[in-house]
């Protein structure tokens, strides 16, 4: 299985904690580069700037995708642009919170 199928299998699995849906399909991961020697850098953002739960979801990022043979490091960076909106999730992820 490719690495990159691997690490969003793995993201598909951390939910954020106010909100019962993925932080895949939610569309809080807008990069995912599995780079030479095993390094991967995860680009995400947050549903708000002030998430008290900033610093678990990305340890626990870090701890899932660290898991998958072959990744030596992980990488996380936040930004807030573009600023996340509902419009980024996945219709499953809408459909799962009564958006559709």
Excluded: H, S
């Excluded at 599995?34 to 870090?62: F, N, R, Y």
Aim: aromatic share 6%; with cysteine.
């Amino acid at each position: 299985m490719q690495i990159e199928v691997q690490i969003v299998k793995a993201l598909r699995n951390i939910y954020d904690p106010e909100i019962p849906v993925n932080i895949y399909d939610l569309g809080l991961i807008y990069e995912i580069n599995a780079g030479d020697g095993g390094v991967v850098d995860i680009l995400m953002t947050l549903t708000a700037p002030g998430c008290p739960m900033v610093d678990e979801l990305m340890q626990e990022i870090q701890e899932q995708i660290g898991q998958i043979e072959g990744v030596t490091r992980v990488k996380v960076r936040l930004t807030f642009n573009p600023p996340w909106n509902r419009d980024m999730m996945t219709d499953e992820a809408k459909l799962e919170l009564g958006f559709l």
